[in-house]
């Protein structure tokens, strides 16, 4: 079988006044993320790790957020055409694994919600979407509650013909 990995990595800072959305699940806290889009960080990273194994460039160069046509664009969406992308190209899902790093709010308690969420945009059974939660010790940007960061890696392949 044909391999392919790739990594995704992104981050927004918070802003008040939006609502926060991860992973395609609105997560009730004070403050939201900035962005052009929905600033869906986990999706955006997840989006980027696909595009990224079926080397078919990043977000920004498929969604740029110089378009107004993305403006509070649902990163759902965005996600669903990428993966497309990936498909078309004959490959499928082996797996994703995700880190938020966040010192709040705190992630865990609707883990399980984004891995249904985004499991259910790809079409692919819920084991294959790992999401983990981490802080960042207090320690940069992020320790200071600055603002939401995700590491994602997405492996696909393409089976093998005989
Ligand atoms: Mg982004």
């Not at 609105?26 to 990224?52: M, N, W």
């Not at 079926?54 to 977000?59: E, H, R, S, V, Y």
């Not at 965005?78 to 709010?105: C, F, H, M, Q, R």
């Not at 983990?132 to 890696?153: L, P």
Request: charged fraction near 25%; glycine fraction near 10%; hydrophobic fraction near 45%.
């Amino acid at each position: 079988m044909n391999f392919r990995i790739g990594l995704g990595y992104d981050v927004h800072p918070f802003v008040v006044g939006r609502k926060l959305m991860l992973g395609g699940v609105e997560i009730p806290f004070s403050k939201g993320l900035k962005g052009h889009s929905d600033a869906d960080v986990l999706l955006h990273s997840i989006t980027d790790a696909l595009l990224g194994a079926g080397g078919l460039g990043d977000i920004g160069s498929h969604f740029p957020d110089t378009d107004p046509k993305f403006k509070n664009a649902d990163s759902a969406i965005l996600l669903k055409e990428a993966y497309a992308l990936v498909t078309d190209a004959g490959y499928e899902l082996s797996n994703i694994d995700a880190t938020v790093v966040a010192e709040a709010p705190k992630i865990m308690p609707y883990v399980v919600k984004i891995r249904e969420r985004i499991s259910s945009l790809l079409g692919c059974e819920t084991d294959r979407v790992s999401i983990k939660a981490t802080t960042n010790e207090k320690m940069g940007f992020v320790g200071r509650s600055e603002g939401i960061a995700v590491h994602a890696v997405a492996l696909i392949y393409k089976p093998a013909v005989d």
